[in-house]
């Protein structure tokens, strides 16, 4: 299935051209976290006020994803790069996902069963990506559904299509069950790499 995750130099690129010499690491951090406040708040005002609203997410998805893409590369390019970034860059990724989602357990019409699977599944599907790191050394990216930007990028079609059709909203249980087995798969298939990756050669 294909990943977000593959296009992320060409993302880097053009927002690398955006961020100019002026931006450091830890704004594009803070810029990922801003534009997460934004995705929640429209999600808050579609639910709650006028589905038109909704149009509002993917276009703070876009600019959270470019954040998200910049802080890494800026910390490598400028000689910043830390331990404390890092973990940083790890935090805001869970903490950015539960501050665009969460509000929609107040937004009427969303399955809240089904949400609270999606965002329970986001912690494991992030922390068996860590575990790679730990265990074999290398961060694990793999999908099927690889990461923030893939859940960003369905979030923010189906917040576009409750903009323009918003009984579309009806039919938030079958999609946050779909996206919750891939985010599992997404889940089962990084430690599987992990494991094999890990075991001795020839074992």
């Known amino acids: 299935m294909f990943s977000m995750y593959a296009i992320k130099p060409h993302y880097q690129k053009l927002f690398r051209g955006l961020a100019g010499n002026w931006m450091t690491p830890n704004m594009a951090t803070g810029f990922g976290v801003l534009f997460s406040f934004f995705v929640g708040g429209a999600y808050l ?13 993917p276009v703070g998805m876009f600019f959270r994803m470019g954040a998200n893409a910049l ?6 390019e400028k000689g910043l790069a830390s331990p404390l970034g890092a973990v940083l860059n790890e935090l805001t990724d869970v903490v950015n996902d ?9 937004v009427p019409g969303v ?4 949400l609270v699977i999606f965002l329970l599944l986001i912690f494991l599907a992030e922390f068996s990506g860590l575990l790679g790191q730990a265990v074999s050394g ?11 930007t893939d859940r960003a990028t369905w979030m923010g079609l189906f917040a576009a299509l409750c903009a323009f059709k918003p009984g579309a909203l009806a039919y938030s249980p079958p999609f946050f069950w779909l996206v919750s087995v891939f985010v ?3 889940a089962i298939n990084r430690l599987r790499l992990t ?9």
Request: aromatic share 10%.
């Open 98 to 106: 539960m501050i665009c989602y969460v509000p929609l357990w107040f």
């Open 45 to 57: 005002l579609g639910g709650r006020i006028n589905p038109r609203f909704f149009i509002l997410v």
């Open 195 to 203: 494991v094999v990756e890990a075991a001795p050669k020839g074992a």
């Open 184 to 186: 599992l798969l997404t």
């Open 71 to 76: 802080d890494g590369m800026l910390a490598r």
């Open 138 to 148: 290398k961060r694990r990216y793999e999908g099927p559904m690889g990461g923030k």
């Open 111 to 114: 399955h809240r069963g089904s």
